[in-house]
Structures are given as structure tokens and as C-alpha cells.
């Protein structure tokens, strides 16, 4: 009997008379012919069992990608660490930024202060955010005729 002859005689029946129907499966030794096991079969019995096996296969692929280090091979799922590890840089970075902002603030202050030219504006503004006043940093930074005396000596001594 052809598949296609199977096919169509299974198509023309109703389907209750193909659920109910039963078929006697077999397992002989192709030798003596001896049968190893046998179970009887429904057309409903072959749809549970395959239903519930492909239930379960898709469950257990489910939890196998959800709980183990597998998931990270899917697009979309990102590594917790790494992620964390991203933000605790991004935090780092930014803190450094500022900080080298003000370092780079306090470095052009100071040699202004000391080439002895006038501070500008972004100065004045730098330094009203600045826990620090104007008037603080002007009495730190002010010019006595000891600091005078002493660049003009270390500008003698350069010049040797």
C-alpha cells in the first residue's frame, strides 16, 4: 500500500472513527522471529503522547537556556556582571572627568597667578561654585615683595 492510498483512505473516515481505532505495536527479533515487546495504540494515544513529549521538550529547553550560562548566547540577554561592571566604569569615568576638570581649573589658576596675569572670568565663575570665595583665594594668592624678590632670583639663577 502506498502512503498516498494510506492518506487518503485516513482523510475519507471521520475523525473519531481514526481516534478510536487501535493498532497492536510491535518489536520482533528480525532472527526468530521472537517478539521482544508490544503495546496497543489509539489514534488519541499518539496525539497525548507526542503532545506531552513536545510540552516537555519545549519546557525543558526553556528552563535549560533560563538557568544556566547558555542564555548568553542568545541575542537580547546581557551578562549581569558585565553590566554592573559597565555602570561601576561609567561612575568611574564621570568622577575622573570632573575631577580632572578641576585639576586642569587649579593648574591654569595657578600659573596665572604666578606668570602674574589677571585671572579671567571663568575664574570668577569657577570659584563662586567653589566651596571656596573670591576673597579666600585673593588673600591666598596675593603678591607680597617677598614673592617678587624671590621670582626675580630664581629667574637670575635660570638665566646662568
Avoid: C
Avoid at 507526542?50 to 550560562?69: C, E, K, Q, Y
Avoid at 588673600?139 to 637670575?156: G, M, N
Amino acid at each position: 500500500m502506498k502512503i498516498r492510498d494510506w492518506w487518503n483512505r485516513l482523510r475519507s473516515k471521520p475523525v473519531k472513527e481514526v481516534i478510536k481505532h487501535k493498532h497492536r505495536f510491535v518489536v520482533m527479533d528480525t532472527d526468530t522471529f521472537k517478539e521482544k515487546f508490544s503495546f496497543q495504540l489509539s489514534g488519541i494515544n499518539i496525539f497525548v503522547t507526542v503532545g506531552i513529549s513536545i510540552i516537555v521538550l519545549v519546557i525543558l529547553t526553556t528552563v535549560l537556556i533560563a538557568f544556566t550560562p547558555l542564555r548568553e548566547w542568545i541575542p537580547g540577554y546581557t551578562n549581569t556582571q558585565m553590566l554592573e561592571q559597565s555602570y561601576d566604569n561609567m561612575r568611574r569615568v564621570d568622577s575622573l572627568e570632573i575631577r580632572l576638570a578641576e585639576q586642569e581649573w587649579m593648574i591654569g589658576t595657578l600659573q596665572a597667578v604666578l606668570r602674574d596675569e589677571p585671572l579671567g572670568d571663568d575664574f570668577v565663575a569657577m570659584s563662586q561654585d567653589s566651596t571656596t570665595t573670591l576673597t579666600q583665594l585673593s588673600k591666598v594668592y596675593r603678591h607680597t615683595r617677598e614673592d617678587s624678590l624671590l621670582r626675580a632670583e630664581v629667574e637670575r639663577e635660570e638665566g646662568r
